[in-house]
């Protein structure tokens, strides 16, 4: 109900009303003037007291200001009804209105309406007054174009200087108990809750003027996790990108206003009001302080609002999404954990943040009938603009996790918000302040969460997959997950330096399978890279991998991990009996399912190989290396057209992909494209140079070009980085027989791998008619035509490898072949 008065003042109308209190246009008795009444009261569990002080502490902010472009204070009164300021009343149109209404403003009127209110802060800033919620629907302009700023009800006496300690109040509150200010236009420090100076009003009067040059916010979220987010970690935007007639001097200057850091904003407000008359003088007229006029196009029309409506009361942005209840459940099935945003004060961090979304992910995958993306695709999007719909899209998921960790000191803060991909939907936020040593804690219930959000129930198995069984101390997963984030960098020294870091987590812990894990995979890599030799990689790799088994039978990671070494050694059986265990118990497991694709392929199960792969590239839709691996699969299933096509996506992806160029060479060497095929050899740099040159000596002597062939394989004999495999395959090509026998006996008493693909690569065709090449099958443990081979468990094992294959059948074959 609007009262008949209050106090001395007459009510005339209602203006505005907001979930503190209301504004009233009113009549001063005593000397005949319209006012604005702005009441205040008291809600919840906050009482009259509280609402009195806060409405004091914005008198008296505002009454020491006398400016041309502030809203001045004339009383401050009580009734029972709760607490009243009054205040100027201005007439005119707020600019929020103005931008709902018309879009963006013309450059050269936000030229105007910017000195204003740069001139305006400087005088409140010269007084110690920091405002704190500077936005457009506190600025109001006059039908003769002046700007007033309206409510100082959040404004905080201060000290002036930046970098100066402030006198910072009791209590920074709403009267419900939120966080003050408004999320679109808080600075960065302010979400973080850093204390404030003079340079958040010019942060946020940059986001106001980028608002009225765009028509659009410079950073946008669906909710307050997505929108705090974006703030403060995305790129500060710049405003021609959204319009390209803004001036370049003053997109420099709102630009250098938002600045994310506070020492790169302008330390004062006066800086900031020489900067635009400057750049108002390139525009034409140079705009005067509080200039009259005519008023500014578009801007006629008179509105009833006097100081604006009340301020919104705001929640804290963060915690305000810890939602009670159940998740809303829902039947989406597939998910992507985006990386979480680290917004710990320095920024070394940044391995925690990474490392508790893919502990997450890895959580997640246990659970059968969810699809979750994996890391490596996720990844990609790391500080990425793009929007959670095209993520969606891109990955082929219905619903996406978003967060943030924040650690500081002891404490974690870990922000998390489950999102329909296509309608933008929350189906699910929480936030989490806990010590530490409670992370895995939270980690196990932000996948149950999901869970049930995706699935409406956990099942029995589901909620002991997502148990938190084994968590080490804080201090060893602190290194555990260093390590996991120098392994990602696929360096030699990030591999190093990750071996160094799952060492000591098992010198600390040594029960802790995963830190074991993660050393099989970090020597494995090593040594599949190059960087150490394989042999010995491959024995600290096993012995690594084995010990995590040894200690959790249960890690898919560590099964995997062996399971490849297996594969590698040509034990084709433990390879399978490791892959199929590995995908029981993560099912989600791209690396497995990319793995077992190239097993299967090897032991020519063709079908089954792409159907893997492709299972692998959903789950990890943008690696190149399971991309690759699909074109190869292809490839050793004489499917040459789809393997162009294919490896030519893979080199949309990274056109400098090596592996993918040396497998397209391959396949144009195959169906007698031989200068495409010299093309792609050549553009095959990265690949260690005798590979290289092997692989061009094979494309030649395809093509006929025997001499040029020999005179390269003359030159490789020698070269013990070559494996012996590469020169066979070129002399089966140059129908040079004996000597190719010759060089695969070489490679299987050096463990060459790639007689793993001997049943299928066609660069080995040219043998398979002789005798030889079915001992030699036998001898490696590959037998029967390749799509006729028995399902995988019932492959034969790989007989010892020390005198596998005698040098008298052998021998024998050959002399008489």
């Known amino acids: 109900m609007v009262p008949s008065s209050i106090g001395p003042y007459r009510i005339v109308d209602r203006l505005g009303s907001g979930a503190n209190g209301d504004v009233y246009l009113a009549e001063d008795t005593r000397l005949g003037r319209k006012v604005a009444v702005k009441t205040l009261f008291a809600l919840g569990s906050k009482d009259l007291s509280e609402a009195r002080s806060w409405v004091l502490r914005e008198a008296r902010a505002a009454a020491r200001l ?50 204003q209110l740069a001139e305006a802060l400087a005088e409140a800033h010269a007084f110690g007054v920091v405002h704190r919620d500077l936005k457009p629907s506190n600025m109001i302009i006059t039908p003769n174009g002046k700007v007033k700023i309206l409510d100082f009800g959040l404004a905080q006496v201060r000290a002036a200087a930046p970098g100066s300690t402030p006198a910072r109040p ?55 996790v997505a929108l705090t987010t974006a703030i403060l970690t995305e790129p500060t935007p710049r405003a021609r990108d959204a319009n390209a007639t803004v001036p370049p001097a003053l997109e420099a200057i709102v630009f250098r206003a938002m600045s994310r850091l506070p020492q790169d904003r302008y330390a004062a407000a006066t800086e900031l009001a020489r900067d635009l008359r400057r750049a108002a003088a390139t525009m034409g007229e140079a705009p005067t302080k509080s200039k009259p006029g005519a008023a500014p196009p578009g801007l006629t029309r008179t509105s009833r609002l006097a100081i604006g409506v009340a301020s919104a009361a705001v929640l804290g942005v963060l915690a305000a999404l810890v939602l009670a209840g159940r998740p809303k459940l829902v039947t989406r099935h597939s998910i992507a954990v985006l990386p979480l945003k680290n917004l710990s004060p320095d920024p070394d961090n940044e391995y925690f943040s990474d490392g508790i979304t893919e502990d997450i992910i890895a959580q997640l995958g246990t659970v059968a009938s969810v699809k979750v993306i994996s890391a490596g695709s996720v990844m990609t999007y790391k500080n990425h603009p793009k929007s959670a719909r095209d993520i969606g899209r891109e990955l082929g998921v219905t619903t996406i996790l978003e967060g943030s960790v924040r650690r500081a000191g002891n ?25 530490l040593k409670d992370t895995f804690a939270i980690q196990s219930d932000v996948s149950r969460q999901i869970v049930t959000a995706l699935k409406g129930q956990l099942s029995p198995d ?46 600390k812990d040594p029960g802790y399978a995963a830190a074991y894990a993660g050393l099989a995979d970090a020597y494995d890599l090593l040594g599949m890279y190059g960087f150490m030799p394989i042999e010995m990689a491959a024995s600290r790799a096993r012995t690594a991998a084995l010990k995590a088994l040894e200690l959790d039978a249960t890690l898919a990671e560590a099964h995997a991990s062996l399971a490849l070494l297996q594969n590698q050694s040509l034990d084709f059986a433990g390879a399978e009996a490791g892959f199929r265990r590995a995908l029981e118990l993560n099912p989600n497991y791209a690396t497995a399912h990319h793995w077992y694709a190239n097993y299967l392929s090897q032991i020519g199960r063709m079908e089954a190989a792409q159907t893997e792969i492709r299972r692998a590239q959903e789950l990890d839709p943008l690696s190149v290396a399971v991309s690759w691996a699909l074109g190869n699969i292809l490839y050793l299933a004489r499917r040459y057209d789809d393997a162009v096509a294919s490896l030519d996506a893979t080199l949309k992806m990274d056109p400098h992909f090596a592996p993918a160029h040396g497998t397209l060479a391959q396949v ?46 003359n030159g490789l004999v020698a070269d013990k980085h070559v494996a012996p495999s590469s020169l066979a395959v070129v002399y089966a090509a140059l129908t040079r027989t004996d000597e190719a026998f010759r060089w695969l006996q070489r490679a299987h008493d050096v463990n060459d791998m790639t007689l793993a693909y001997l049943k299928v690569d066609p660069r080995f065709d040219p043998l398979r008619s002789d005798r030889r090449f079915d001992a030699m099958l036998r001898a490696v443990g590959l037998t029967g035509s390749p799509e006729a081979v028995a399902p995988a468990q019932n492959s034969p094992s790989r007989p010892p490898r020390v005198g596998l294959v005698p040098e008298g059948p052998i021998s024998a074959m050959h002399e008489r072949g």
Do not use: C
Request: net charge negative; charged share 25%.
């Open 668 to 713: 144009h060497a195959e169906t007698g494209a031989s200068e495409k095929a010299v093309a792609e050899v050549e553009r095959s740099q990265g690949t260690p140079e005798g590979e290289r040159r092997a692989l061009l000596a094979y494309v030649y002597a395809r093509a006929g070009r025997s001499n040029e062939a020999m005179s390269i394989v």
């Open 66 to 115: 006398n400016h041309p472009n502030i809203a001045s204070v004339y009383d401050v009164l009580e009734s029972p009804s709760g607490a009243h300021i009054v205040m100027e009343y201005v007439r005119g149109e707020t600019l929020s209105a103005r931008l709902r209404e018309h879009g963006a403003l013309p450059p050269s009127l936000v030229m105007e309406v910017a000195v």
């Open 411 to 435: 404490q974690v803060r870990i922000v998390s918000q489950l999102s329909d991909a296509t309608t933008n939907e929350q189906l699910w936020a929480a936030t989490y302040d806990r010590e």
């Open 462 to 507: 589901d909620s002991a997959r997502l148990g938190t069984r084994g968590a080490p101390s804080f201090d060893v997963f602190d290194l555990y997950l260093r390590g996991r984030y120098y392994w990602n960098l696929r360096t030699e020294e990030g591999f190093r330096k990750a071996i160094d870091y799952f060492q000591r987590a098992t010198e």
């Open 170 to 224: 009791s209590s920074d509150f709403t009267l419900d108990g939120g966080q003050v200010g408004t999320p679109p236009y808080m600075p960065p420090e302010h979400l973080m809750g850093d204390p404030v100076d003079v340079r958040g009003d010019i942060y946020s009067l940059g986001v106001t003027l980028y608002e009225l040059l765009t028509g659009q916010r410079p950073f946008q979220g669906a909710n307050a």
